[in-house]
C-alpha cells in the first residue's frame, strides 16, 4: 500500500504561480515500488465532480494534461525523492479547488491508467 501526502497549496492571486508537491511512503515490493506506478493529478471545485489534471509515466517521459490547464501546469516526479509536482503557473480563478494526486499501483503500466491510491488533497484558491 502507498501513502500519499499533498503539500503547496495556498491561497494566491490570479496570475500568480504555486507548485504542489505529493510524496509517497508506505510498503514496497520487489517491482512495486513509486518508481513504477504511474502519477496523476486530479481536482475537485465545490459543487463539481473531480476532474483529470495531468499525468505522468512512471520513468516520466511521457507527460499528459487536461485542455484546461495545457500550457500552464506542468507535471514532474523525482524517483530518487518518491515525489510528483504539479508547477502551476498564470493561475486562474477556475483553477481555485481541492487537489489530488493518485497512483496507478500497476507497475509500468501505459495509458489509459486506472488510480487506486489517493491522497487527502490541498486547497487551492485562486482569487480574482
Known amino acids: 500500500q502507498v501513502q500519499l501526502v499533498e503539500s503547496g497549496g495556498g491561497l494566491v492571486q490570479a496570475g500568480d504561480s504555486l507548485r504542489l508537491s505529493c510524496a509517497a511512503s508506505g510498503r514496497t515490493f520487489p517491482g512495486r515500488t513509486f518508481t513504477t506506478y504511474p502519477m496523476g493529478w486530479f481536482r475537485q471545485a465545490p459543487g463539481k465532480e473531480r476532474e483529470f489534471v495531468a499525468a505522468?509515466?512512471?520513468?516520466?517521459?511521457?507527460?499528459y494534461a487536461a485542455d484546461s490547464v495545457k500550457g500552464r501546469f506542468t507535471i514532474s516526479r523525482d524517483n530518487a525523492k518518491n515525489t510528483v509536482y504539479l508547477q502551476m503557473n498564470s493561475l486562474k480563478p477556475e483553477d481555485t479547488a481541492v487537489y489530488y494526486c493518485?497512483?496507478?499501483?500497476?507497475?509500468?503500466?501505459?495509458?489509459?491508467?486506472?488510480?487506486?491510491?489517493w491522497g487527502q488533497g490541498t486547497q487551492v484558491t485562486v482569487s480574482s
Open positions: 505522468i509515466s512512471w520513468n516520466g517521459r511521457d507527460t
Open positions: 493518485a497512483a496507478d499501483r500497476r507497475p509500468w503500466v501505459v495509458p489509459p491508467y486506472e488510480y487506486d491510491s
